[in-house]
């Protein structure tokens, strides 16, 4: 469960300056939860410090700390010693393209409220942007850091790398700012590191390259060339999206599934490669493993967490068998709706930009591809009593390379926000075939009004608070702007909802944005202006997908000068 020796010899896995430095760093951190306690600690700091001088030496000095533990001072004067402070390794470096107020932005928000408060969302992207620093490359045995090519756009707070699925939404709100330039930089990134590695790591670190994130490389593509129209990049980046699609078909993702009239289908699930503590969240990830007893209980624990880790959605009840059990963990076993819509939307992508290119025999295979995925989704994970996706889980001990059979009490009938994300597919269609036809959407969509998720400021991510951060109450950009983008799309009362729900949501980030001075990573959504909570880490601020979820909705659905933007503003009824 070790990351593949491809994988490993790109990334530094196999490399002993890399793997000494993550082995030291791991060291530190628990040094110092020793020394500080386990409040407010976090230990994805530690595995993020640049080293300043020699591996040896430092490990060296760790070792001479006092014990049983140095005191806070002792660890301060270590750390400052022996290394950098974490992020030191990406400079800052103000977007070429970035403009005050572009010509061209957002042309249909007519609120002047509105429109200050877009143009300071826009002017976030400066102090998110960052250059990898020279020494990263020079020096990989000194940086957890990746190097990368070009600028890039993190998060913001703790996430200082560029994450995989975040960039989705970065690029979307880069390109309604008019930053073409910095959008591109993105995914030249993310297929540098494809094509380093074999599949886009979650983040730009050396402790990430054991898994990947949701799949949206191909979307950003598609996104750029919508709004250049530059063949020429399409030209550039497009041999490398097949790599992309053959990782998640390959064995360790890929599942097949015979439905009740004996018809195979290929499905895919998530499974990092690894089956140890996540180095970034080590010491949470041993405490909890602490629960259970044989090693390999634990390592199949650690395995469940990092592909937990590998959908995004760390953590959620989605994924347990108890959902107030982490130990229950059985990520492996998930066929997931959203995995399936968004290597749906590769397929598809793909085929449409080689049709482009001129490469019309990898567009046929890939749109034949799509078909059949489109067939196995509505096959295997449609449930047409609750009208709408749900995940699929594998018995526990099944034969994971078998064919398995499909059985309806497999369904997981618990409601998430993802069971609505295929909707999604209808905004990106072949032709005049949408992924569901009018009337299915419109039954999703009465569904989802029905569903318990739709909340004062936007659509809740389950209906289950177990603390988790993607849990109830909380409501995460992308699940709303995936949702929305695919109703307004599926027919005129389709539409009034999407718009209903960024209306929602762009009035939280501006009230939660007024009374802060921050756009929040996550918001609770039964309260208009509350940021959110939970999970295993302080609520972060930036923030790199609701920035560009809220630019994008803006963009899409305007703001007439006499809407209300502040809370109080009328809302349209759902029913």
């Not at 409601?415 to 959407?441: M, Q, R, T």
């Not at 630019?551 to 502040?566: N, V």
Request: hydrophobic share 40%.
């Amino acid at each position: 469960m070790a990351p593949t020796a491809s994988a490993a010899a790109a990334g530094g896995g196999s490399d002993e300056g890399a793997s000494a430095l993550l082995g030291l760093l791991q060291r530190v951190q628990s040094e110092a939860l020793r020394a500080l306690g386990p409040h407010d600690f976090d230990p994805k700091f530690y595995v993020d410090l640049p080293l300043a001088t020699d591996e040896r030496a430092a490990d060296a000095a760790l070792a001479a700390l006092p014990r049983p533990a140095p005191s806070r001072a002792e660890l301060d004067d270590f750390l400052s010693r022996y290394f950098g402070d974490p992020g030191s390794d990406l400079v800052p470096a103000v977007p070429p393209d970035f403009q005050v107020e572009p010509r061209g932005f957002l042309p249909r928000v007519h609120s002047p409220e509105a429109r200050a408060w877009a143009l300071e969302v826009h002017a976030l992207w400066k102090p998110l942007a960052r250059r990898v620093a020279p020494d990263v490359a020079a020096r990989p045995d000194r940086h957890t850091l990746l190097p990368l090519p070009g600028g890039v756009v993190v998060p913001g707070s703790r996430f200082r790398e560029v994450y995989y699925w975040d960039s989705y939404w970065v690029v979307r709100g880069l390109l309604v700012s008019k930053m073409y330039d910095t959008a591109k930089a993105i995914v030249l990134n993310l297929v540098y590191l494809l094509e380093k590695y074999g599949f886009v790591p979650n983040g730009a670190r050396s402790y990430y390259i054991n898994r990947s994130q949701p799949p949206l490389l191909s979307s950003m593509v598609l996104e750029v060339y919508r709004a250049t129209r530059d063949v020429e990049f399409v030209r550039k980046v497009f041999p490398s999206l097949p790599k992309e699609h053959s990782f998640w078909m390959s064995d360790i993702h890929n599942v097949a599934i015979a439905d009740n009239h004996g018809q195979v289908h290929n499905l895919s699930r998530y499974q990092a490669r690894w089956n140890k503590p996540r180095p970034e969240s080590a010491t949470i990830d041993e405490e909890l493993a602490s629960k259970v007893n044989s090693m390999a209980a634990k390592e199949k624990l650690y395995s469940e967490i990092a592909s937990t880790a590998e959908s995004g959605w760390d953590f959620s009840s989605r994924w347990m068998r108890n959902s107030s059990d982490m130990t229950t963990l059985a990520t492996t076993c998930i066929i997931p709706v959203d995995l399936n819509t968004f290597i749906f939307k590769m397929e598809l992508d793909i085929g449409a930009l080689a049709q482009l290119v001129g490469d019309n025999a990898t567009s046929e295979k890939f749109l034949k591809a799509s078909r059949a995925r489109h067939i196995a989704i509505d096959s295997i994970l449609w449930n047409s009593e609750m009208e709408q996706w749900l995940d699929y889980w594998l018995p526990a001990d099944a034969d994971r390379q078998g064919v398995h059979e499909w059985k309806s009490n497999l369904q997981n009938r618990n409601i998430f926000a993802s069971n609505f994300i295929p909707l999604w597919l209808n905004a990106y269609h072949s032709g005049s075939v949408c992924f569901a036809d009018e009337a299915k959407s419109k039954r999703v969509m009465v569904s989802l009004k029905a569903s318990g998720l739709l909340h004062a400021a936007g659509i809740a991510t389950s209906l289950t608070n177990t603390g988790q951060q993607w849990d109830f109450p909380n409501g995460w950009a992308p699940l709303q702007h995936l949702i929305a983008e695919g109703l307004l799309h599926s027919g005129s009362e389709a539409k009034n909802l999407a718009e209903d729900i960024a209306t929602r949501w762009v009035r939280t980030n501006y009230a939660a944005y007024k009374s802060t001075g921050a756009m929040h990573e996550k918001y609770n959504v039964t309260a208009c202006g509350e940021s959110g909570g939970g999970g295993e880490y302080k609520p972060q601020t930036g923030f790199g997908w609701s920035n560009g979820v809220v630019l994008s909705f803006l963009e899409e659905f305007g703001w007439p000068e006499d809407k209300e933007i502040a809370c109080s503003g009328k809302v349209i009824t759902t029913g």
